[in-house]
């Protein structure tokens, strides 16, 4: 199996790298820039050049029986477009299967959280919020799998962090939150599942202990 990962150069791509070699797979690492994306030399690594603003470059570099695993994210504001940017050129480059990272809260999991985290969030993220949505929904559309985290961490990982399909998912006043590492593997996993798992949303949960 060949893993894709879009938004490689990121903080959760380059855990969705790392992840994906440990398991054995052969991994193409999407960037802007390979000549500063800083990656090691490894054996099943290849490092491509691709911009999501050009989805020509996105589709040269996704084969029909690739797995597509996205951390994609934005900096700000003013890269506000980029994920459904994203979204729309993953789609159309049609893969096996594609994985994408969303934010709990927004979106179909905005029923998830408390009345008020929800409009925090979409207070929060501005125009972001409406570039997370669309993406998601372009994904679920084509028959690819959203998984949605809360804040990001650079902590280790967190063993009791599981996933669970939307509607099995409990309200809670705020979403779990996960290091990067810990939604990097959970997205691994989902992604090398076989048969791809018909639920399209997942929320990341905490297993009882």
Known sequence: MRIVVLGASGGTGRELVVHALAGGHQVRALVRNPDSAGFAPHPQLEVVRADVNDAASVAAAIGPDDVVVSGLGVRG????????????????????????????????????????????????????YDD???????????????????????????????????????????????????VARLMIELATRSPADPEGLFLIQKAKS
């Open 77 to 128: 504001r003013a890269e506000t477009g980029t994920l459904t940017a994203g979204a729309r050129a993953v789609v159309a480059a049609h893969p096996a299967r594609i994985v994408w990272l969303g934010a709990s809260g927004t979106g179909p999991s905005a029923t998830k959280v408390g009345g008020v985290t929800a409009w925090l969030l979409r207070r929060m993220f501005g125009p972001e």
């Open 132 to 182: 997370k949505v669309t993406a998601d929904t372009a994904v679920l559309a084509a028959g690819g799998t959203v998984v949605h985290s809360g804040p990001l961490s650079d902590k280790a990982d967190d063993a009791r962090l599981t996933l669970a399909p939307l509607a099995a998912v409990r309200k809670r006043l705020f979403p779990y939150g996960a290091s990067r590492i810990s």
